[in-house]
């Protein structure tokens, strides 16, 4: 199972490249959202347009897309993988996905209050929410539960069109929940995109270091004994020929 995660996921120079670029984004972006400029600026209008279009199908909508995003959403689906996983005896996976989902909270909670972002007003709000607004945790954590669970597990479907429409369920999930905020009015549009965009960067280390960590020779001995076992007695009877 290992090595089939790895032939999916890029090699770590490629990983730390696209890593590299995501901070520099995210830095942009937070510079933006703390100086009020580039794309802050289109804040109030996407919020504003957000709020002015709400209706009798597409708030109940959202507001139960954002309850499926929370921590607690989060947290259960995490677990429930993780003791998946644990049972099939893959704790390498099961690890790889615990720590990347606690390391999301934590960094979240640590943005927030390094950024110090206040909401959108109250009265936009169709949610009650006390904690600052940059970045959204909810689009954080969906982006990272989600898409550790999406990257590890899809891998394991056999047919094609099967990873092809679990992979379009995962990102279409993602995107909802971030736009459900938005909707909701508890926050703007670039608390969303930085909460994507720090969960991109954290499951980009957090595979960086399982490839660093997981050597292609382990891999191979710990995934295919049955494959080792068919080339055994191949093996054996050319060493005794020779």
């Not at 790895?6 to 901070?23: E, H, K, M, S």
């Not at 996905?97 to 009265?123: F, S």
């Not at 169709?126 to 990257?151: C, D, M, Q, R």
């Not at 055994?232 to 060493?239: C, Q």
């Amino acid at each position: 199972m290992t090595s089939n995660l790895r032939r999916t996921v890029p090699t770590v120079p490629t990983l730390v490249a696209l890593g590299v670029l995501l901070a520099a984004f995210i830095t942009v972006l937070t510079r933006n959202v703390l100086d009020s400029s580039g794309l802050a600026t289109m804040d109030p209008e996407i919020s504003g347009w957000a709020v002015d279009n709400r209706n009798g199908v597409l708030t109940p909508t959202a507001q139960m897309v954002s309850n499926c995003g929370d921590t607690l959403s989060m947290t259960i689906l995490t677990v429930l993988v993780c003791a998946a996983l644990l049972r099939e005896r893959d704790r390498l996976r099961a690890v790889l996905i615990a720590v990347t989902g606690l390391g999301a909270a934590l960094i979240v909670a640590i943005a927030k209050r390094l950024v110090g972002r206040e909401r959108p007003p109250v009265a936009d709000r169709l949610a009650v929410e006390n904690s600052l607004s940059y970045p959204s945790g909810h689009s954080t954590g969906t982006f990272v539960v989600v898409g550790i669970v999406a990257i590890v597990l899809i891998p394991k479907l056999a047919h094609a069109a099967a990873r092809v429409g679990a992979a379009l369920i995962a990102v279409l999930f993602i995107a909802a929940v971030g736009a459900s905020r938005v909707y909701l009015g508890v926050h703007w549009p670039t608390d969303v995109l930085a909460g994507w965009s720090i969960g991109a960067l954290w499951i980009l280390l957090c595979l960086a270091v399982f490839r660093y960590l997981t050597p292609r020779s382990r891999a191979a001995a710990t995934v295919d004994p049955c494959h080792e076992q068919s080339r055994s007695p191949t093996a054996s009877s050319s060493r005794s020929t020779r």
